[in-house]
Nanobody, 118 residues
């Protein structure tokens, strides 16, 4: 079993820096790529960033987000998403996810709300 707990959201002002965290625990050797999606009010969920087990990254918004992945133990990893100079358009619920290495299953966190004010 894999558990993902995302956190770090809140109310920030445009231009601030915010870092989201996603604590992963459980059978982590079964995980492949991890990433962050977001869903703004009234909009479809969209991909923000992904990172492979080797650290290769891909971004939908490359200039304002940085994704990283930290390995603490065999059963603990933390995924981060740093937001630089967010704007009100970045207001959304941010979800971390982890793809299974062996199946088509994707694990999801419950989401963390980010609200950016002018």
């Amino acid at each position: 079993q894999v558990q993902l707990v995302d956190s770090g959201g809140g109310l920030v002002q445009s231009g601030d820096t915010l870092r989201l965290s996603c604590a992963a625990s459980g059978s982590l050797d079964s995980l492949a790529d991890m990433g962050w999606d977001r869903q703004a009010p009234g909009k479809q969920r969209e991909l923000v960033a992904t990172i492979t087990t080797r650290g290769t990254t891909d971004y939908a918004f490359p200039e304002r987000f940085t994704i990283s992945r930290e390995y603490q133990t065999a059963n603990q990893q933390t995924l981060y998403l740093q937001m630089s100079s967010p704007t009100p358009e970045d207001t959304a619920v941010y979800y971390c996810y982890a793809e299974s290495r062996w199946t088509t299953h994707t694990h999801w966190g419950r989401g963390t709300q980010v609200t950016v004010s002018d």
